[in-house]
C-alpha cells in the first residue's frame, strides 16, 4: 500500500486522526456537485444515518442500498461486463486499481455474486462504491434514453 505516495499525488485524501471525519466527506461531496450533476446518493445502510440525514438536508437524494446479493449482483456483473469490454475509463486511479484489484468475488447457488468484504485480501471500498453508483447511474437512466456509456465508457471519480 503506498498510501503517503498516492495522498502526495493527490490520489487520496486524508484527515487527522484515525478517525472518518464525515464532516470532511460531506462537504467534498457538495464540492463536487458543483462541478458534476449528481442525481443520487446511495448508501449502506449499515451506520450511515446522520450522514445521510446530512446530505439529505444539503438537499441530496439519498438511497439506501443494501450489500447482499439481491442489490449487488446485477452492478457487479455489469460492471464485469463492462470492464472486459473496454468500456471503464478511471484515468488510471491507482488506488481503485489496487482495490479492484482486492476483490474476492462470492458466487450464491443462483450464480448471484457480489463482492466478499471479509476473503478479499486488502481494502474494497472504493470498488464496492463504484459498483453501488454503477446501479444508481443505471437506474436513474439518461434523459435522452442513450446511454452515456456508448460513448465515452464509465468514468470513475
Not at 462504491?129 to 434514453?145: E, P
Amino acid at each position: 500500500m503506498n498510501y503517503d505516495v498516492w495522498k502526495k499525488q493527490g490520489f487520496l485524501q486524508t484527515t487527522e486522526g484515525n478517525v472518518v471525519h464525515y464532516g470532511y466527506i460531506e462537504k467534498f461531496i457538495e464540492e463536487l456537485s458543483m462541478k458534476y450533476n449528481i442525481r443520487e446518493i446511495a448508501f449502506d445502510r449499515w451506520g450511515a444515518v446522520q450522514m445521510t440525514q446530512n446530505l439529505e438536508t444539503l438537499g441530496f437524494s439519498v438511497v439506501p442500498f443494501g450489500q447482499g446479493f439481491k442489490d449487488m449482483s446485477p452492478p457487479t456483473k455489469e460492471l464485469m461486463k463492462l470492464t472486459l469490454e473496454e468500456k471503464i475509463a478511471h484515468g488510471g486511479h491507482p488506488v481503485l486499481r489496487w482495490m479492484m484489484d482486492n476483490i474476492y468475488i462470492r458466487t450464491d447457488p443462483a450464480r448471484n455474486i457480489k463482492p466478499n468484504k471479509e476473503k478479499s485480501t486488502e481494502k474494497i471500498d472504493g470498488a464496492v462504491a463504484t459498483i453501488m453508483a454503477l446501479d444508481r447511474a443505471i437506474r436513474c437512466g439518461n434523459d435522452t434514453g442513450e446511454s452515456v456509456y456508448n460513448q465515452r465508457g464509465l468514468l470513475i471519480l
